[in-house]
DNA sequence: TCCACATTTCCAATAATATGGAAACGTTAG
DNA sequence: CTAACGTTTCCATATTATTGGAAATGTGGA
């Protein structure tokens, strides 16, 4: 992942409808969510929450596909695997400390 | 860990100059950085720098502490460990699912 | 004490982002 | 074809973040 990246996803998500959408999605699993119960469920004006749902598009935290009328978003589980990787890349500089040896349990 | 924090922790991490100083930070692990030392490092005026070192401080991704002249600024994993927690909280409504699974071998 | 150095605070200009009403667009059912 | 529904785009407004020079603050050495 590159640094531009991780900031769009970082920055997509440092918000309080996005995040919220986000971990929407990601408790709606990969079945996803149609838009229009994400704004309900939030109390989202249908212009803000497409203004958000873009942003975590493009970010690549979230895609939609069209199911008939809907609109089904749901969260890119991968992007946020490779996000995390990126923050804690070089911990300790490769040497093993405290940090590191968490790191490792966690793969 | 609360929205607000997330969003705080998040919200820092999603600008070029913070991240850099994260990331580097996560480099020099425990041990940590000048703050001089990260300014130069990175080719960014004092005042930028204070600005950006106090918005991680802020948001509890780094803290400094004051050793002779310097101040020496380190990251903060515990908290960066409970973010990551925060993101995937919940994942597929806890049922058994790919992501679960992933996550589940990741603890 | 006084000076040199490291870092922070103050401040004003600039830039980026969020909000939501109204209108446009695409899709399906009748 | 037409109407109804879901979603997005357009747009103006309001809010918040970023930048860095200059001055203030804190710290240790001479």
């Known amino acids: ?3 531009k990246q991780a900031i769009q996803a970082l920055g997509a998500l440092a918000q309080e409808s996005r995040l919220k959408i986000y971990r929407l999605l990601v408790e709606a699993g990969p ?4 838009a229009g119960d994400i704004g309900e469920k939030l109390g989202l004006p249908p212009a803000t929450l497409s203004f958000h749902l873009a942003g975590l598009s493009r970010a690549g935290l979230a895609k939609g ?3 008939g009328r809907f609109v ?14 990126y923050l ?16 490792q349990r966690r793969r």
């Open 1 to 3: 992942m590159e640094s």
């Open 31 to 34: 079945q996803g969510m149609a």
């Open 65 to 67: 596909r069209q199911e």
């Open 72 to 85: 089904i978003y749901s969260a890119d589980f991968q992007n946020m695997d490779a996000l995390v990787g």
């Open 88 to 103: 804690t890349e070089n911990c300790c500089g490769g040497q093993a400390c405290a940090p590191a040896a968490k790191a």
